[in-house]
């Protein structure tokens, strides 16, 4: 099993930045593509950023200009650098990661963070 802990969010003024972290840990063989979903509440859940195990991103429209996602291979932590927030930024972050462990046998399966606040004032 893999466990992704989160840290990062807060409360910031429009205008302002925040960088979520999320480090993987368990018997971990690989980390394949991470992301960033959110969700605010009565909608949808939804895609914000992903990286590659290569470092290819992509990026919803409305963040393409502001946030950056990254990664470290060794320490198995993806970022979300978010710079000039906006208060339709605010929702909750998950970070998302597919992984292959060691169980006795190899197994690659999709992890889920417990999700971290972001709320951002105007």
């Known amino acids: 099993q893999v466990q992704l802990v989160e840290s990062g969010g807060g409360l910031v003024q429009a205008g302002g930045s925040l960088r979520l972290s999320c480090a993987a840990s368990?018997?971990?063989?690989?980390?394949?593509?991470m992301g960033w979903y959110r969700q605010a509440p009565g909608k949808q859940r939804e895609l914000v950023a992903k990286i590659t195990g290569t470092g290819s991103t992509n990026y919803v429209s409305s963040v393409k200009d502001r946030f950056t996602i990254s990664r470290d291979n060794a320490k198995n932590t993806v970022y979300l650098q978010m710079n000039s927030l906006k208060p339709e930024d605010t929702a909750v972050y998950y970070c998302?990661?597919?992984?292959?462990?060691?169980?006795?046998?190899?197994?690659?399966?999709?992890?889920w963070g417990q999700g971290t606040q972001v709320t951002v004032s105007s």
């Open positions: 998302n990661a597919r992984a292959v462990t060691n169980s006795g046998y190899l197994l690659s399966r999709e992890y």
């Open positions: 368990g018997r971990i063989i690989s980390v394949n593509d």
